[in-house]
Nanobody
Framework: QVQLVESGGGLVQAGDSLRLSCAGSGGTYVMGWFRQAPGKEREFVAR????????RYADSVKGRFTISRDNAKNTVDLQMNSLKPEDTAVYYC???????????????WGQGTQVTVSS
């Protein structure tokens, strides 16, 4: 069983940066970040392969967000720069076995951390 714990969320202004961290990832899983805004479905943000050799981003965050992992520390981070009000959501860390953008392909999830970006 994988236990994932996110941290680093908060309230920031548009243009600011935040760094989210997910503890408990391990090196066995593909790791992903997803987000869910009120009234919307959970959506893919970024994912990273087990070896960090492959990453993928949603078009909406490409060039602004960076996913990274440290398998020795069992952490996966999401560096978010140039934040926009539309980035406001609960952000979730997830672990899975395949490189996918679909939430249903990730069996393990953290509890989420709130990110709020004011204009």
């Amino acid at each position: 069983q994988v236990q994932l714990v996110e941290s680093g969320g908060g309230l920031v202004q548009a243009g600011d940066s935040l760094r989210l961290s997910c503890a408990g990832s391990g090196g066995t899983y593909v790791m992903g970040w997803f987000r869910q805004a009120p009234g919307k479905e959970r959506e893919f943000v970024a994912r990273i392969s087990r070896s960090s050799g492959s990453t993928r981003y949603a078009d909406s965050v490409k060039g602004r967000f960076t996913i990274s992992r440290d398998n020795a520390k069992n952490t996966v981070d999401l560096q978010m720069n140039s934040l926009k009000p539309e980035d406001t959501a609960v952000y979730y860390c997830a672990a899975g076995f395949i490189g996918s953008t679909r939430p249903s392909d990730y069996p393990y999830w953290g509890q989420g951390t709130q990110v709020t970006v004011s204009s």
